[in-house]
């Protein structure tokens, strides 16, 4: 198992071409105009890889308590490589042939669990998810193919009691220690309807002497 390591972009490049330069196998994973693209070289005949790229995200909540997952499906290299393909237009044992079909024969997974019931899962990127039930909060997605064009993933999860206190508590594997999340939502109650306001502050020159009064304003 070879485990990478982040440096600057500059220095990570001409690591990876010294590697190659002695005849040493070399992987580089760099971001290229929001892309992920990854380089691998001097790969023996018959030799089989697999490069496994971990995405860690935040989640965020929509307006009706559901979580929103995004992964963004387009930036990895899959989505590269098929697009060089279908432009191509070649076959061969060392490509997925895509020039006429409508869906990729590589599979999406998921294993979602949660503290609280789940009331809802749903994709409208990817509408024909399959989902397996394994408790009340606990279920499997997964995706057989990716239709054609690639697009990027996103899940909304929904609970029974959105908005509620919640707490989420984390074993490391590696070394025992724990970790705990609390989550609080708070009981906001107006009358007042919410305005977005917008201040726009001329500073062009005649009215410099006017930008001190205006900051206390």
Not at 100 to 111: G, K, R, W
Not at 182 to 198: A, R
Request: hydrophobic share 35%; no cysteine; aromatic share 6%.
């Amino acid at each position: 198992v070879l485990v990478s390591k982040v440096m600057p972009k500059e220095s990570a490049e001409n690591k990876y071409d010294d590697a190659i330069a002695r005849g040493d196998g070399g992987f580089l994973l760099q971001r290229e105009e929001g892309k992920l693209v990854i380089s691998v070289g001097n790969i023996a005949p018959h030799q089989k890889l697999k490069a496994t790229v971990r995405w860690i995200d935040t989640l965020t909540f929509r307006s009706n308590g559901s979580l929103r997952f995004w992964l963004p499906l387009q930036s990895f290299p899959l989505a590269k490589t098929i697009r060089m393909q279908q432009e191509i237009k070649t076959k061969s044992e060392l490509e997925i042939e895509t020039n006429h079909a409508s869906t990729v024969p590589i599979a999406l997974e998921m294993d979602i669990e949660t503290s609280r019931q789940i009331s809802e899962l749903r994709s409208d990127s990817h509408p024909t998810i399959q989902q397996e039930p394994i408790s009340p909060s606990h279920y499997k997605i997964r995706l057989e193919s990716l239709p054609l064009p690639i697009a990027n993933f996103e899940l909304l999860i929904s609970h029974q009691e959105p908005n509620q206190p919640n707490a989420i508590l984390e074993k490391d594997p590696t070394n025992g220690s724990h970790a705990i999340q609390l989550t609080f939502f708070p009981l906001l109650e107006s009358d007042q309807n919410l305005v977005d306001v917008t201040f726009v502050i001329d500073r062009s020159g005649s009215m410099a002497n006017q930008m001190e009064q205006t900051k206390e304003m």
